[in-house]
């Protein structure tokens, strides 16, 4: 059981927007800055968002981050086949000096 | 540009030891901590273990602690996991990753990773 909580799917229709929540006690999101990953099938996992609503070089301004209160989350706008795969949210725990992973979205594009 | 590439993985027996290396390139690697995660078959992610740019500190998941440690050498770029007393729970891939060295510790580069099978 994570500290973070995801929905463990999602859906959407090519073109649509979906949004993925991360939820967590406010003593621990409140605290700390969340960071997205994306984990294509046969892929390496990919950094998508960090220090909750910054994107790396390179990825597309189709992914946006946010947090508020106890809630972190991933909007994905204009939805494509490609981004169907599993979706983590995450954090460092600077009190017990580890990462926390959320237990994962899996993202389907219908 | 980054590239981290795992070996070692293979089929080991409960209760054996097996050491998996990391190749890093592409990036000063003595400049950047370094990152364990795997994942279990059907499972998510789950955090193993963070070693510091100069290997100073080391940070370890509880379900590790104790069996498996971490090292480096900055001399080669490399990164190292041995694991002892393996148990059929640390059946996954593991992957190797770059800490990104700003902010709170994050992994942001990550390579494809090894799979590692404990079972007799």
């Known amino acids: 059981q994570s500290v973070l909580t995801q929905p463990p799917s999602a859906s959407g229709t090519p073109g649509q927007s979906v949004t993925i929540s991360c939820s967590g006690s406010s003593s621990f999101i409140g605290s700390y800055t969340v960071n997205w990953y994306q984990h294509l099938p046969g892929a390496a996992p990919k950094l998508l968002i960090y220090s909750n609503n910054q994107r790396p070089s390179g990825v597309p301004d189709r992914f946006s981050g946010s947090k508020s209160g106890t809630s972190a989350s991933l909007a994905i706008s204009g939805l494509q086949s490609e981004d169907e795969g599993d979706y983590y949210c995450?954090?460092?725990?600077?009190?017990?000096?580890?990462?926390?992973f959320g237990g994962g979205t899996k993202l389907t594009v219908l | 540009q980054v590239q981290l590439v795992e070996s070692g993985g293979g089929v080991v027996q409960p209760g054996r030891s097996l050491r998996l290396s990391c190749a890093a390139s592409?990036?000063?690697?003595?400049?950047?901590?370094m990152h364990w995660v795997r994942q279990a078959p059907g499972k998510g992610l789950e955090w193993v273990v963070l070693?510091?740019?100069?290997?100073?500190?080391?940070y370890y998941a509880d379900s590790v602690k104790g069996r498996f440690t971490i090292s480096r050498d900055n001399s080669k770029s490399m990164l190292y996991l041995q694991m002892n007393s393996l148990r059929a729970e640390d059946t996954a891939v593991y992957f190797c990753a770059r800490d990104a060295a700003s902010g709170w510790p994050r992994p942001d580069y990550w390579g494809r990773g090894t799979l590692v099978t404990v079972s007799s």
């Open positions: 995450a954090a460092w725990d600077d009190s017990l000096r580890k990462v926390v």
């Open positions: 070693i510091w740019y100069d290997g100073t500190k080391k």
């Open positions: 592409g990036f000063t690697f003595s400049s950047h901590g």
